[in-house]
């Protein structure tokens, strides 16, 4: 063990998402040393991650592109030979997917883990010599005592060993990149020192040593789902005072700047907004609400599941509100969706407060004109699945458009002729945008629902349209 630090050339990572491809991109412009193999069994995502148009990567974030520029095929390498990669790595990442379980014991509440189980039974087969396997996905706490029971399984072809790390990831999407390479932290959980120092080495060539933090597993296992449940709860909570706001005549904004100028409460995740979306918070919350109630800890449980009410009431109460706002009937109109992203920054839609909206929206019978960025057309699909889709807005025939969408990614295009438009994703382009060009073609009386506070105060009493606006309690209409 005492020569595997020093011998450690080749590692792996199964999953090339959105953790698996940024993380490793990031190791491997920072141990040019090192050979790094992020491997996963869609061809379709391999394929794009070795596309030589950049802008085709299946991962939007700022800065990775250069990244992949300077290190792939160099000593970054994708590819769908997940059993060679086993074979020949000294340390194995497993970052798959832990989806919510879908039916069964647990369904609705605890993660999936056929994803985690099914790779780990192949490192077991395929893995030669001492092998480091590292716990990468968010995995509900005591996982790695199933992934070490599966290893301690395995035929003793190759003189196996194993041990097993926790290192969960801490990146938010969006600024992934700034996040892997100044982390606010590296946490390692694990019960061998060796095996700890080896991967601690490898951070150490861009992460300053004070900022690594070793653990066992099962604190590290926890603490990354504390983390988001901590995080999320902030958002839950200045999102019940946004709603309080409203009725009572203060602003959320005004009233969040005021309790973050308190340090020991600090400015960050205060932001009100249409409630939290993402891979991770919904998913970590309900794996600690689920734990909590098998371990009898009921009051606990019941404590996180409020975090997750509260969220799903914001886009609810928001729903509400717009139709309200529209003479309680939006059957027929033309509402624009600006931002379909869980938050700017990013392509990804998992868990986004735009989906619930949009939904409810078009069960109410609404035509939706959706716009974003970066969100690719297919990916909305996906989400509304079940509602249909026009291709060609301008054609439309009022009977036939009731509780269905379309999309553009041109701004005019989409709020062209509406009766609503509601913002629900901070992009910089709803802030910059020609408002004024905007307005003269709204259908009137028309809103704006401002769900993220992109618009300045001043552009709202320029033009003409009626303004909502999240948390604030002063407005007129
Ligand atoms: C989160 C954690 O931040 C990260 O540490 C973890 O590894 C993965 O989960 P992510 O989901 O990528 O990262 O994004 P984050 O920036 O945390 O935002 C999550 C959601 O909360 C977004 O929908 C965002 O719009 C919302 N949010 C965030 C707010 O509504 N208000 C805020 O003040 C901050
Ligand atoms: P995350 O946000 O956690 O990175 P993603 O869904 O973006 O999650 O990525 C997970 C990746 O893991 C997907 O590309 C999926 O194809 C891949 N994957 C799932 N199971 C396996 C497996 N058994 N072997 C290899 N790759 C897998």
Not at 114 to 139: F, M, N, P
Not at 403 to 419: A, N, P, R
Not at 445 to 461: E, N, Q, Y
Request: net charge neutral; aromatic share 10%.
């Amino acid at each position: 063990m005492k020569n595997f630090q020093n011998t450690i050339k080749k590692i792996c990572c199964i999953g090339a998402g959105y953790v698996g491809g940024p993380t490793m991109a990031v190791i491997a412009l920072n141990c040019p040393e090192l050979e790094v193999h992020v491997v996963d069994i869609s061809e379709e995502r391999i394929n794009k991650w070795n596309s030589k148009d950049l802008t085709k990567l299946p991962v939007y974030e700022k800065g990775l592109d250069k990244i992949i520029e300077k290190t792939r095929d160099i000593n970054l390498f994708f590819s769908t030979n997940i059993d060679l990669a086993i074979e020949e790595s000294q340390m194995i990442f497993i970052s798959v997917n832990t989806p919510v379980k879908q039916s069964g014991i647990g369904a609705g509440q605890m993660s999936d883990l056929r994803y985690v189980e099914s790779c780990t039974r192949r490192i077991s087969d395929k893995a030669k010599g001492h092998t480091i396997v590292v716990e990468k996905s968010t995995l509900p706490v005591r996982t790695a005592e199933t992934i070490k029971s599966i290893l301690s399984c395995t035929n003793n072809e190759y003189e196996k060993t194993f041990s097993v790390l926790s290192n969960p990831e801490f990146l938010a999407e969006g600024t992934a990149i700034n996040d892997l390479q100044n982390p606010d932290r590296v946490l390692i959980g694990g019960e061998d020192p060796d095996s700890i120092s080896v991967l601690e080495k490898i951070y150490l060539n861009w992460v300053p040593n004070h900022k690594i933090i070793k653990t066992s597993l099962w604190s590290s296992e926890l603490s990354k789902l504390a983390s988001n449940a901590f995080l999320a709860q902030r958002i839950s909570s200045i999102n019940s005072i946004s709603a309080f706001c409203e009725v009572s005549g203060a602003d959320v904004n005004e009233v969040s700047q005021a309790i973050g100028k308190d340090q020991r409460i600090g400015p960050q995740f205060l932001k009100s907004g249409p409630g939290f979306g993402g891979s991770c918070f919904k998913k970590d919350i309900l794996n600690l609400v689920y734990l909590c109630n098998y371990f009898g800890l009921k009051e606990v449980g019941d404590y996180w599941q409020g975090v997750i009410n509260i969220n799903e009431w914001q886009q609810d109460r928001i729903y509400k509100i717009i139709v309200d706002k529209l003479f309680g009937n939006i059957t027929g109109k033309k509402i624009a969706i600006c931002g379909f992203a869980f938050k700017s920054g990013t392509n990804d839609t998992r868990e986004s407060p735009a989906i619930s909206v949009s939904k409810k929206l078009l069960s109410e019978g609404a035509f939706l004109k959706i716009h974003d960025p970066k969100v690719k057309i297919s990916q909305i699909k996906k989400d509304l699945v079940g509602h249909s889709f026009i291709e060609d807005s301008s054609i439309i025939d009022k009977s036939i458009v009731q509780g269905s969408w379309t999309f553009s990614d041109d701004i005019f295009t989409t709020t062209q002729d509406v009766d609503a438009i509601v913002i629900l994703t901070e992009w910089d382009d709803y802030k910059n945008v020609d408002w004024e060009r905007i307005s003269f073609h709204l259908r009137q009386p028309a809103w704006i629902f401002d769900t993220r506070g992109v618009l300045d105060s001043s552009i709202v009493k320029k033009y003409d349209f009626n303004y909502w606006k999240l948390g604030d309690g002063n407005q007129k209409n």
